[in-house]
T-cell receptor
Framework: DTEVTQTPKHLVMGMTNKKSLKCEQH?????MYWYKQKAKKPPELMFV???????INESVPSRFSPECPNSSLLNLHLHALQPEDSALYLC????????????FGPGTRLTVT | GEDVEQSLFLSVREGDSSVINCTYT??????LYWYKQEPGAGLQLLTY?????DMKQDQRLTVLLNKKDKHLSLRIADTQTGDSAIYFC????????????FGAGTRLAVHP
């Protein structure tokens, strides 16, 4: 099973709202990732978690706050977003960081109004 | 530079072979990947190749790697309408965590 699940599939939020995106994998992977993908562009890395600890933050604004409550779950908390944050947010996991293939979830389509 | 480059669009007839090309920049990249993305969906890992290989075949997919020219290609035999999607190549940069550097993606359109 190489499945990564993400909820919700779609999310519309106002600029004053607080919402969370969720990601789950049961492959025993110890590295998890958040990516942002704008229309007609490739995914851009946001955060990397390794063994439930944040190891990389690619200079992401603080209105995005990741959390890894356990080895299977990864959340992305959203607060005071801007319309330009509207995008497809993809979660991925890999066995570990380093040269292991990453498996992606279906994404959450976020629209900020 | 950092860029992984791909042509943006390819149109093929159903049943023909498709060849999607990619050039990468980091000669120390150890793995190179091909991902497929259908409209509104996430990325599906299709195949990958280790940098000490020059070819890998997996059913209808053949990956060729020319390390000297930093050129990667994905050949899809007997292309079907279900193969219509965006195909991303990605290189795994060495050192530390597994940072994937993606190309811009090639949109493959399959017509009857």
């Amino acid at each position: 099973d190489t499945e990564v699940t993400q909820t919700p599939k779609h999310l519309v939020m106002g600029m004053t709202n607080k919402k969370s995106l969720k990601c789950e994998q049961h492959m025993g992977h110890r590295a998890m990732y958040w990516y942002k993908q704008k229309a007609k562009k490739p995914p851009e890395l946001m955060f990397v978690y390794s063994y439930e600890k944040l190891s990389i933050n690619e200079s992401v604004p603080s209105r995005f706050s990741p959390e890894c409550p356990n080895s299977s779950l990864l959340n992305l908390h959203l607060h005071a977003l801007q319309p330009e944050d509207s995008a497809l947010y993809l979660c991925a996991s890999s066995q570990e960081t380093g040269n292991y293939e990453q498996y992606f979830g279906p994404g959450t389509r976020l629209t900020v109004t | 530079g950092e860029d992984v480059e791909q042509s943006l669009f390819l149109s093929v007839r159903e049943g023909d072979s498709s060849v999607i090309n990619c050039t990468y920049t980091d000669s120390s990249s150890t793995y190179l990947y091909w991902y497929k993305q259908e409209p509104g969906a996430g990325l599906q890992l299709l195949t990958y190749i280790f940098s000490n290989m020059d070819m890998k075949q997996d059913q209808r997919l053949t990956v060729l790697l020319n390390k000297k020219d930093k050129h990667l290609s994905l050949r899809i035999a007997d292309t079907q309408t279900g193969d219509s999607a965006i195909y991303f190549c990605a290189e795994s940069r060495s050192g530390g965590y597994n940072k994937l550097i993606f190309g811009a993606g090639t949109r493959l359109a399959v017509h009857p």
